[in-house]
């Protein structure tokens, strides 16, 4: 019993000097809290995305009143612009982990919700004889599953020839866009993420990309709608340098390195 007791102490000891000298550990993914959860409870979110589609119906009634040497279309992607993916941003908080854990998985599930105004405005445009091309950065061994999803939630032309058009080489969507202007004339691309709109937009730093935005100003509204997505996108990666093998640690001292107080004070 005195030797039980003694043990006890002593391991006691062990954990409670393990627990003074082990750094604390990095919620990797608590960071992610408030972009989640701003999709997920916002009617801010909803309200955004009813405005883009909203948006992007009049500039398409104004493009069909015009003539037009090829079909027009519309190129949208995917994630964050046709179906709402803030459950596996949520589920990644919630297990302290980080993309690409569960993303196949979830992608398999085929059970993304459309966002609010989306699958009307598609099938506005597919009604009016407007050709849909749906071009995401999703793999192509995602394509079986994808397809589903968008058919479950009432998306049209999923299955039009080369309407779905997945990841081959590269996350730039460029040489897809080129393929589909080739006998389409593109009168809307919609999106969450710039590189769902340009080139000029791919890779870039920071300062860049806000000065390649501010050089296609006009083109946002008319021919870009924007869908706000406050949870990943190239925006992070440009935070990160595009280096996502940065440690957990070290993102989070880039991420606070860059944020701007109104204080300027310098540590
Ligand atoms: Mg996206």
Not at 47 to 52: M, R
Not at 193 to 199: A, R, V
Not at 201 to 208: L, M, S, V
Request: proline content about 5%; some cysteine; aromatic content about 12%.
């Amino acid at each position: 019993m005195h030797f039980k007791r003694t043990g006890f102490f002593l391991f006691s000891i062990f954990i409670l000097t393990r627990c003074a000298s082990a750094p604390p550990e990095l919620a990797v993914a608590d960071y992610q809290i408030g972009a989640a959860l701003w999709h997920q409870t916002s009617g801010e979110f909803r309200a955004l995305s009813y405005q883009a589609y909203n948006l992007a119906r009049y500039r398409l009634d104004n493009e069909l009143r015009k003539k037009h040497t090829k079909p027009p279309a519309v190129v949208v992607d995917v994630d964050q612009t046709v179906l709402d993916g803030a459950p596996y941003q949520a589920e990644l908080v919630k297990k302290n982990s980080s993309y690409p854990d569960g993303w196949n998985a979830y992608v398999e599930r085929a059970d993304g919700e459309a966002l609010p105004g989306a699958a009307g405005f598609l099938n506005y445009a597919a009604n009016r004889g407007v050709k849909v091309f749906y071009v995401t950065n999703r793999k192509e061994p995602q394509r079986a599953p994808t397809r589903l999803n968008l058919l479950r939630r009432g998306f049209p032309n999923v299955d039009g020839p080369g309407a779905l058009v997945l990841q081959s080489s590269g996350t730039s969507k460029e040489n897809h866009r080129e393929t589909i202007r080739k006998n389409y004339d593109v009168v809307l691309l919609i999106g969450d993420n710039l590189g769902d709109f340009d080139k000029s937009f791919d890779d870039k730093a920071i300062a860049d990309r806000k000065h390649a935005v501010d050089a296609s100003e006009k083109l946002f509204g008319s021919k870009y709608i924007v869908l706000p997505n406050t949870m990943y996108g190239a925006w992070e990666g440009a935070v990160y340098d595009y280096n996502w093998k940065l440690s957990p640690a070290d993102r989070d001292k880039k991420r606070r390195v860059l944020l701007d107080g109104a204080s300027k004070a310098v540590e």
